[in-house]
């Protein structure tokens, strides 16, 4: 059975960082991307960012240029790293492994910017 453990997340302040990491239990068969998503209050879960099993990387546009997905294939990783955070990055941030025939979330890590 796969599993999804997440962790890094916390409190910081408005400009600062986070780095959050994500480690898949068990073998994903067909791994096709990993990626991050978030969800704050009141608002529908969006994709921040994600990276293809080929290393291609793509970001939603209000986090371009300030976060960097990367992903370590030998311990089966997905990390997000976060710089010049803002208020409007506070979230539930979740990060996903899609293969060909299911997809896989974590459980989810509140990230707070505070201003």
């Known amino acids: 059975q796969v599993r999804l453990v997440e962790s890094g997340g916390g409190l910081v302040e408005a400009g600062g960082s986070l780095r959050l990491s994500c480690a898949a239990s068990?073998?994903?068969?067909?791994?096709?991307?990993r990626g991050w998503y978030r969800q704050a209050p009141g608002k529908q879960r969006e994709l921040v960012a994600v990276?293809?099993?080929?290393?291609?990387?793509s970001y939603a546009d209000s986090v371009k240029g300030r976060f960097t997905i990367s992903g370590d294939n030998a311990k089966n990783t997905v990390y997000l790293q976060m710089n010049s955070l803002k208020p409007e990055d506070t979230a539930v941030y979740y990060c996903?492994?899609?293969?060909?025939?299911?997809?896989?979330w974590g459980q989810g890590t509140q990230v707070t910017v505070s201003s």
């Open positions: 996903n492994f899609a293969s060909s025939g299911w997809d896989y």
């Open positions: 990276i293809t099993s080929g290393d291609r990387t």
């Open positions: 068990g073998r994903i068969f067909r791994l096709n991307a």
